[in-house]
C-alpha cells in the first residue's frame, strides 16, 4: 500500500542540537508539506515543495530548514535557531499543489527538546 | 487571511447518536477539508469538496458557499469514531495555501 512514513515517532534532543525528521512517500505525489502542530492551535505550514530540487517556507519557516533531492524524500531539519522547537510535526503530500488535489499525511513526529 | 472556526471545541456523545460538527470560514474558499486526527497523531481525510455534499458510509459533509458554512455529520455514531476532526479551508487561488481549524474533539461513549 502506498503512503507516507515518518519517523521516529519520538525524538528527544538536548537544546542547541541540530535534528532531522525523516519524510518519505511512495505516492508518487509531486507536492509536499511540513506542519506544526501546537495544543490548541491549529496546524501551521513550515516549508513546501512542489517539485524536486525546489521548496518554499510556509508561514513559520525560520529555524527550520529543508530539501527535495528526491521526489520521495522531504526531509525537515530543526535548527538550533527555533526559539521553540518542542511540538508534533506532521509531513504531507498531494499529487500536486492545486485546489482539487486531496493531502495525505504520515502519523507524525513527536519531538522534545529540553 | 482566512479565518476558521470550529465549533464546539469538545463533544461527547453516546453510542448511536447523530453528530454535528461545524466549520465556518470568514473569506471565499476554492476548497474545504475534513480531516480526522486519531488518538496517535496520524490524519486521515475525509472529505474534499468545494459545494453540495458528499457522503462516505456514516459520514456526511455539506457545504454553503454562500454562508461560508460547512458541516460534517456522523449518523449511528460509534466509539471508533472518536477523535479529533478538523476542518481546513484553502483560499481561492488554485494554488493558495490550506488554513486549518483547531479540530473538535470527539469522545462517543458506550
Known amino acids: 500500500d502506498g503512503g507516507i512514513t515518518q519517523s521516529p515517532k519520538y525524538l528527544f534532543r538536548k537544546e542547541g542540537q541540530n535534528v532531522t525528521l525523516s519524510c518519505e512517500q511512495n505516492?508518487?505525489?509531486?507536492?509536499m508539506y511540513w506542519y506544526r502542530q501546537d495544543p490548541g492551535q491549529g496546524l501551521r505550514l513550515i516549508y513546501y515543495?512542489?517539485?524536486?530540487?525546489?521548496?518554499q517556507k510556509g508561514d513559520i519557516a525560520e529555524g527550520y530548514s529543508v530539501s527535495r533531492e528526491k521526489k520521495e524524500s522531504f526531509p525537515l531539519t530543526v535548527t538550533s535557531a527555533q526559539k521553540n522547537p518542542t511540538a508534533f510535526y506532521l509531513c504531507?503530500?498531494?499529487?500536486?499543489?492545486?485546489?482539487?488535489?486531496?493531502?495525505?499525511f504520515g502519523n507524525g513526529t513527536r519531538l522534545t527538546v529540553t | 487571511k482566512n479565518e476558521v472556526e470550529q465549533s464546539p471545541q469538545n463533544l461527547t456523545a453516546q453510542e448511536g447518536e447523530f453528530i454535528t460538527i461545524n466549520c465556518s470560514y470568514s473569506v471565499g474558499i476554492s476548497a474545504l477539508h475534513w480531516l480526522q486526527q486519531h488518538p496517535g497523531g496520524g490524519i486521515v481525510s475525509l472529505f474534499m469538496?468545494?459545494?453540495g455534499k458528499k457522503k462516505h458510509g456514516r459520514l456526511i459533509a455539506t457545504i454553503n458557499i454562500q454562508e461560508k458554512h460547512s458541516s460534517l455529520h456522523i449518523t449511528a455514531s460509534h466509539p471508533r469514531d472518536s477523535a479529533v476532526y478538523i476542518c481546513a479551508v484553502r483560499g481561492p487561488g488554485t494554488a493558495s495555501k490550506l488554513t486549518f481549524g483547531t479540530g473538535t474533539r470527539l469522545q462517543v461513549t458506550l
Open positions: 469538496l468545494s459545494s
Open positions: 504531507a503530500s498531494s499529487i500536486d499543489q492545486f485546489y482539487n488535489s486531496p493531502l495525505h
Open positions: 515543495s512542489q517539485i524536486v530540487n525546489d521548496f
Open positions: 505516492l508518487n505525489h509531486d507536492a
